[in-house]
């Protein structure tokens, strides 16, 4: 599974995160540093949320929608035109 993340430079080196997974972030003195850390992050928190619901009753759902979806007489969204 692909997750997006963000990454941003700081005085000590890189903040890493991922905006779908609250509270998965991670850090590095460099990008490829803080890229393999926050793949490290990622991996522990599904680990993690796998071990919490464990016992948990759980259901799936799906859902077909459009995450960015198109205004009326407009081919590309407006969040995504350049300025």
Known sequence: MKYKIRLEKTDEG????????PGCWSQGET??????????????????????????QTRTVKSRFDVMPKLAGNS????RKSL
Do not use: M
Request: proline residues 5%; hydrophobic residues 35%.
């Open 14 to 21: 890189y903040a890493v995160w991922c905006p779908g997974l």
């Open 31 to 56: 990008e490829e540093e803080a890229f393999e850390n926050i793949k490290d992050a990622i991996k522990t928190y599904l680990e993690t949320i796998e071990i919490l619901n464990k016992d948990k």
């Open 76 to 79: 590309t969204p407006a969040s």
